[in-house]
């Protein structure tokens, strides 16, 4: 059965405290993708990487930085927490040249307070 | 110019009826996949079914099936036989091309489904 995890479901974080947050999959894919979901807005792309060591910004980078040290993990940090930073974070994955669907995450809703 | 338009923020269907969530696209790109996920309340994005742009005929996933009207570029969802389990967000997303190797998806901001018994 495929599989995305994210290591957390909800998480607390105090204003500017460094936040990581982690995905790992387990079916081999070489695209990992972070969104951030809010009300009204859908899914925003914030960075993906195609490869390991290898990422690129997606549509909301600002704030953010990525690391992926190994095929299955696809981390997403949140050097200096703000509350506009307040959202449900989703992580996905797809085969490389897929042009079918991309594998969602649980999610983590962060509250930055 | 938002890429995919989701024009209906919440619908509510009666059980049983069939209900169609509307999703128009624009792009330059004579290559591209629509998708459709749903997400319950508990979160997770599930997908749904997948057109492709070259595809002749309607893509149909059981109860679903897509409506894919090229020259109006609409690819609406119709559900049929609405059940309680199906009311949850559903997202209309696109794929264009390929940047940097992979693939990305455009997500509209969502019809809200309300299934009345």
């Given at each position: 059965?495929?599989k995305?995890?994210?290591?957390?479901?909800?998480?607390?974080?105090?204003?500017?405290?460094k936040?990581?947050?982690?995905?790992?999959?387990?079916?081999?894919?070489?695209?990992?993708?972070?969104?951030?979901?809010?009300?009204?807005?859908?899914?925003?792309?914030?960075?993906?990487?195609?490869?390991?060591?290898?990422?690129?910004?997606?549509?909301?980078?600002?704030?953010?930085?990525?690391?992926?040290?190994?095929?299955?993990?696809?981390?997403?940090?949140?050097?200096?927490?703000?509350?506009?930073?307040?959202?449900?974070?989703?992580?996905?994955?797809?085969?490389?040249?897929?042009?079918?669907?991309?594998?969602?995450?649980?999610?983590?809703?962060?509250?930055?307070? | 110019?938002?890429?995919?338009?989701?024009?209906?923020?919440?619908?509510?269907?009666?059980?049983?009826?069939?209900?169609?969530?509307?999703?128009?696209?624009?792009?330059?790109?004579?290559?591209?996949?629509?998708?459709?996920?749903?997400?319950?309340?508990?979160?997770?994005?599930?997908?749904?079914?997948?057109q492709?742009?070259?595809?002749?005929?309607?893509?149909?996933?059981?109860?679903?099936s897509?409506?894919?009207?090229?020259?109006?570029k609409?690819?609406?969802?119709?559900?049929?036989?609405?059940?309680?389990?199906?009311?949850?967000?559903?997202?209309?997303?696109?794929?264009?091309?390929?940047?940097?190797?992979?693939?990305?998806?455009?997500?509209?901001?969502?019809t809200?489904?309300?299934?009345?018994?």
């Open positions: 059965d495929v995305v995890t994210q290591s957390s479901r909800y998480l607390v974080k105090r204003t500017g405290e936040v990581f947050l982690e995905c790992v999959q387990d079916m081999d894919h070489e695209n990992m993708f972070w969104y951030r979901q809010d009300p009204g807005l859908g899914l925003r792309l914030i960075y993906f990487s195609y490869d390991v060591k290898m990422k690129e910004k997606g549509d909301i980078p600002e704030g953010y930085s990525v690391s992926r040290e190994k095929k299955e993990r696809f981390s997403l940090i949140l050097e200096s927490a703000s509350t506009n930073q307040t959202s449900m974070y989703l992580c996905a994955s797809s085969e490389q040249l897929a042009a079918y669907e991309q594998y969602f995450g649980p999610g983590t809703r962060l509250t930055v307070t | 110019a938002q890429k995919i338009t989701q024009t209906q923020p919440g619908m509510f269907v009666q059980e049983k009826e069939a209900v169609t969530l509307d999703c128009t696209y624009d792009t330059s790109d004579p290559s591209y996949g629509l998708f459709w996920y749903k997400q319950p309340s508990s979160g997770e994005m599930i997908f749904l079914i997948y492709g742009s070259y595809d002749q005929q309607n893509a149909t996933e059981g109860r679903y897509l409506n894919f009207q090229k020259a109006r609409s690819a609406n969802l119709v559900i049929s036989a609405s059940q309680l389990g199906d009311s949850a967000m559903y997202f209309c997303a696109m794929r264009e091309g390929r940047r940097a190797g992979s693939y990305q998806l455009t997500f509209g901001k969502g809200k489904l309300s299934v009345i018994p």
